[in-house]
């Protein structure tokens, strides 16, 4: 089992930056990759980024490259996902997931479906 718990949500104005931060526990964080997702109000979960198990490969979708950074801390077991130059369209629920089978990052991982634990989400809302 793996627990997952997000923080660093919150309303900001266009072109701030936020820190999201994703505490995990249960199983050793080390050994697995992670994910973070959005879904705004209406809008299906969309994949934003993905970080291997030793924080050395990352994967991004092409609507946050540049401006998003996933990071890890594994001595802290969190992740995290800078974000800067924040648009309102940017405004959702972010989540955090692990894939406690996989240790690398490709193209499945843009996948919902590719990740077993997920948190519970923390709201970022970017006002124009």
């Known amino acids: 089992q793996v627990q997952l718990v997000e923080s660093g949500g919150g309303l900001v104005q266009a072109g701030g930056s936020l820190r999201l931060s994703c505490a995990a526990s249960?199983?050793?964080?080390?050994?697995?990759?992670m994910g973070w997702f959005r879904q705004a109000p209406g809008k299906e979960r969309e994949f934003v980024a993905a970080?291997?198990?030793?924080?050395?490969?990352?994967y991004y979708a092409d609507s946050v490259k540049g401006r998003f950074t996933i990071t890890r801390d594994n001595a802290k077991n969190t992740v995290y996902l800078q974000i800067r130059s924040l648009r309102p369209e940017d405004t959702a629920a972010y989540y955090c997931?692990?894939?406690?089978?996989?240790?690398?990052?490709?193209?499945?991982?843009?996948?919902?479906?590719?990740?077993?634990?997920w948190g519970q989400g923390t709201q970022v809302t970017v006002s124009s």
């Open positions: 970080i291997s198990w030793s924080g050395g490969m990352t």
């Open positions: 997931a692990a894939d406690t089978l996989s240790h690398f990052v490709g193209r499945n991982s843009g996948s919902p479906g590719a990740y077993d634990y």
């Open positions: 249960g199983r050793t964080f080390s050994r697995y990759a």
